[in-house]
């Protein structure tokens, strides 16, 4: 594992920002030095102080909850943020690039843009398998210096064969992401225990489909701890935000409603593949490891347009690569199932 060769080189000798809270972080009578408004907040809950950048408390609970060390836990708004921070640390603009097997995650190629990174795309196969030698191929040509894969995948829902992703981590002498954005819903176990065994692998995840906190926006990366303290280095120093955080430790000392939903969920799912499947409109359901069905249907831009006047929005997925005529319905409550399917029978094609 050769990190300083991965990571853009002024960074290695970068001096971050040090905050009023990284110099003094024991407990004190008066706080002068922070430039915070003593009084309060002119919301009615208090937030005058500015938070803890380290994020501690999350961390602490976050690492007995998944079985890492808090030094292995990067946290930041929404995972677009360690997206964004991850294409930064590893990759130069104007001169690198990256691989992502289309059709994926949009953010991932949408932040290399904002960054001048270029993308390399080796596609998933039509049934939206992972072609490791490919994807190895394509990452050892010259500037490549990171790979993106989504497992279970957006928007075709289905998990990434496992030795499939195993053959990419050791065929790549780079870091790999794995965003296991949907992993809560999967019947797999998360790539969280591979890490000690592939030091360039890199596991997303986010309170904000499971947990139901896309709101707060609050992300996750796991990978080993050189790489994390890179990442804090570089990021925002106050990136989580107070309320974030207390809501994040609530959450995680609550984390058996997340468990009932996500069975909840998992049964609504099962329960509208059936339904899908024999609805007239429906030609095909993709399987599904998330909290949503992937469908292609007889007509997709009219079908999503007559749900749009039956107040009904879903997910066109009709233009992205192998996704001819499908839209991705996200997994709702009964009532909200029970509405689309009413819908759908109702359109006369
Ligand atoms: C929804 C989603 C995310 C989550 O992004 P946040 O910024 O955490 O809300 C990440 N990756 C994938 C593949 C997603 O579908």
Redesign the pocket.
């Known amino acids: 594992m050769k990190l300083a060769h991965w990571v853009r080189p002024h960074l290695l000798q970068l001096k971050p920002y040090t905050s009023a809270r990284d110099e003094f972080t024991g407990t004190a009578e008066i706080y002068l030095d922070a430039n915070e408004n003593p009084f309060s907040s002119a919301s009615q809950q208090t937030y005058n102080r500015y938070p803890d950048p380290h994020q501690r408390e999350v961390k602490q609970a976050l690492a007995q909850l998944k079985g890492v060390a808090e030094a292995q836990i990067f946290l930041g708004n ?3 943020e360690p997206i964004d921070l991850l294409i930064r640390l590893f990759c130069q603009p104007d001169k690198e690039a990256i691989v992502i097997t289309p059709p994926t ?1 949009g953010m991932y190629a949408v932040s290399a843009n904002i960054n001048q990174v270029a993308v390399r795309e080796v596609p998933l196969t039509a049934n939206f398998a992972l072609q490791p030698k490919k994807v190895v191929a394509a990452a050892k040509a010259a500037g490549v210096k990171m790979i993106f894969l ?1 497992s279970p995948n ?1 928007p075709s829902g289905n998990l990434l064969d496992r030795s499939a992703i195993a053959e990419v981590l050791q065929g790549f002498n780079g870091p790999v992401v794995v ?1 296991e ?1 949907y992993v809560d819903f999967s019947t797999e176990p998360s790539w969280l225990h591979e890490l000690h065994n592939y030091p360039n692998l890199i596991v ?1 995840q ?1 309170f ?2 499971a947990w139901g906190m ?1 709101g707060l ?1 609050l ?1 996750m990366a796991f990978a080993q701890p050189a790489i994390i303290e890179l990442l804090n280095q570089i990021k925002p120093p106050y990136n989580i935000n107070q309320l974030t955080q207390q809501e994040a430790l609530k959450a995680l000392t609550a984390h058996e409603v997340m468990q009932q939903h996500v069975q909840k969920l998992i049964g609504n799912r099962e329960k509208l593949i059936v339904q899908l499947a024999a609805a007239s409109c429906v030609e095909k359901i993709f399987p599904s490891d998330a909290n949503f069905v992937l469908a292609r249907v007889t007509d997709a831009d009219a079908l999503y347009r007559y749900l749009v006047e039956k107040n009904i929005i879903v997910r066109n997925r009709s233009k992205v690569l192998h996704g001819q005529n499908c839209l991705r319905f996200t997994v709702g409550t009964a009532e909200e199932n029970e509405k689309l399917l009413q819908a759908l029978a109702s359109w006369n094609s």
Do not use: P, Q
Request: charged fraction near 25%.
């Open positions: 929404g995972s677009d995650y989504c957006n965003d954005a997303l986010t904000s489909k896309a926006r992300g």
